[in-house]
């Protein structure tokens, strides 16, 4: 599944229409055809549904869904809220088809005419403005979104909710709060953030009939389960340990045992052939009753946190992950500064090291075995010398920057993590709840993502997988045995059985 910008769906538009043949006209029934198909679902015929057309295109589909709906029986009335001599072209075409339909066309004169019928609606169908709004709304469509919003009845929007905008990083708007949106061939990529995803409530693509072939990629996709599934990595029934991959994850301190403790275990349980802690030796009693099947690596410590890079030989290891629970003294500077200058494999660098590495990033580029950075908002907030809110409200074009700047992956984590490669594709992963919001969710992650890396061919693959198998495991364990408030990250360790029981083949 694609994610688009405005200007991407533009494009979309002008290469369907001109390298097939496929009018405007045509898309816009295909359109209006899908949405009023998948409204039916969620309508009963007895429903009173409203529906709100502005002047774009957004509003040719409104005539179209609303002519459809009436055509099928439903109880639909239908209200231009514009003038009439905004309402041109193809959405002007589709008007006229609506009225010499035989039905009638409702006009905004007095806005207590709207609001009685508003108020009398179950459903509230927004067809005002999609992705061709510009800056916060102009009367009369601000007034009729804060009506529309103050009502009791279910509110679907049309493609994207009037006022919000198609990409990313705009904060200042006004807009219609949908509880469901039927989106107009891609999503686009506002549904994904999260200041502006809020409003879409769910939502559904809906396929108009655009020549697929013939589209130009933008690099940027939803990362589908089917599609995960097909490229998991299986087991041989010929293979030992060392057929899977040998690990190495460091971290941990006498006073943070759990982070690299539940890391290595996660790995382990994601199907690692042999993994090795490197930890301060203090700290090895503590994990190793956790974790039964590791190796150990003592570290030089002082005060408890390891101490520097020395007796750190990384030559064995297929990949090697660092960073959890590490501690973020000055100590563990050189050990970062080694691990990137001398890992001849895919280096992982989460946690405590991605705060280390804010000095070291310029090393990055040297690298020349794959580099995977696991930040949070708030770690990619530092590495990067912005706020967190920045992050947050432009991760795609952020997170893009810097994976093509320093040549790494970048897995910027949250209820939509994005994974881009060197080269700027991107993936979303979707999986997932709030039960994962809780320390410790991010160190199962490193694990699962090493170990799914040491076994898969692709490292892009690998990071969308394990990032879907993290979410999996916390949807099936809310929906089974645990709840968002109880669940813990030694739950998702355990889960991953069944996970991997029931998602592979
Ligand atoms: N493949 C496709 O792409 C297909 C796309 N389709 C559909 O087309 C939609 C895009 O249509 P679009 O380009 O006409 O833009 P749209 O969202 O209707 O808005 C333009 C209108 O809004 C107005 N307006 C703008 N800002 C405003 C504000 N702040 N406050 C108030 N008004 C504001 C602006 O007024 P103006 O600024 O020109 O005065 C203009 O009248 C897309 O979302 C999908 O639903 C499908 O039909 C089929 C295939
Ligand atoms: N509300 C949420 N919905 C879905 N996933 C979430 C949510 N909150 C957190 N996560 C996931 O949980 C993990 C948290 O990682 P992180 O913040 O590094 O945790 P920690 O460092 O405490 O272990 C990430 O994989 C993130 O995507
Ligand atoms: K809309």
Known sequence: MDVVTA???????????????????LLMENAGRAVSSDLEKKLGTHQRVIILIGAGNNGGDGFVIARTLLNRGYSVEAWQIVSDSKVEGDARYHKEIFIKSGYTLYKLEKTDDLSESLKSADVIVDAMLGIGVKGRLREPVKQVVELANEQRAFRVAVDLPTGVPADEGIVEFDAFK?????????LKMSALVEHTRVYYGEWKVCDIGLPVKKLPSPSRKVWQR???RRVLPGRDPNSHKGSHGKALV???AAHMPGSIAMSAKAA??????????????SAMNAVASYVQEATFLPLAEERGVIKDSAGVDVSAYDGVAIGMGMGRGQESNNLVSHLISTVKAPLLIDA???YQLKNLVGLLRSRTYPTILTPHPGEFAHLVDQSISAIVRSPFSYSREFSKAYGVYTVLKGPATIITAPDGSQFVDLSGNAGLAKGGSGDVLSGILLAMMLQSGSITYALNNGCMLHGLTAEMLTKDAHSMVDLLATDLVEGLTQTFRTFSS
């Open 268 to 281: 382990l349980r994601s199907g690692a052939g042999l993994v090795t802690i490197a930890t301060p030796k």
């Open 178 to 186: 949908a509880d469901y949106t039927c989106i107009i061939a891609a």
């Open 226 to 228: 089917e599609g995960g």
């Open 250 to 252: 460091v971290g941990g």
């Open 7 to 25: 200007q991407e769906m533009y494009e979309w538009d002008r290469v369907a229409i001109k390298s097939t043949g496929l009018d405007g006209r």
């Open 352 to 354: 405590d090291a991605l």
